[in-house]
Nanobody, 119 residues
Framework: QVQLVESGGALVQPGGSLRLSCAAS????????MAWYRQAPGTQRELVAA???????NYADSVKGRFTISRDNAKNTVYLQMNSLKPEDTAVYYC?????????????WGQGTQVTVSS
């Protein structure tokens, strides 16, 4: 059994910062690519940022220069540092992690954490 637990979502003013965390636990043999997605009301879930096992990253154009994705392999955790937040960043943020366990290799999703940017 594998679980992803997210934390860090909150209400923040425009221009503020937040740091999201997503920790994987359970029967894990290895962790592959890790990513953050978000979904605002009435929209499709979109990729925000991703990081490979080697540390290569890619970002949605809308967050480049403001968000930073990182990972701590010893803690099986992925982070999303979000700076200069805008109202349009308001969404539920989900982590997505590729994990090899005893009998499978598949993507797992976190439960989602709400980020609201408003004055």
């Amino acid at each position: 059994q594998v679980q992803l637990v997210e934390s860090g979502g909150a209400l923040v003013q425009p221009g503020g910062s937040l740091r999201l965390s997503c920790a994987a636990s359970g029967s894990i043999f290895s962790i592959h690519a890790m990513a953050w997605y978000r979904q605002a009301p009435g929209t499709q879930r979109e990729l925000v940022a991703a990081i490979t096992t080697g540390g290569s990253t890619n970002y949605a154009d809308s967050v480049k220069g403001r968000f930073t994705i990182s990972r701590d392999n010893a803690k099986n955790t992925v982070y999303l540092q979000m700076n200069s937040l805008k109202p349009e960043d308001t969404a539920v943020y989900y982590c997505n992690v590729g994990i090899s366990s005893r009998n499978s290799l598949r993507d797992y999703w976190g439960q989602g954490t709400q980020v609201t940017v408003s004055s």
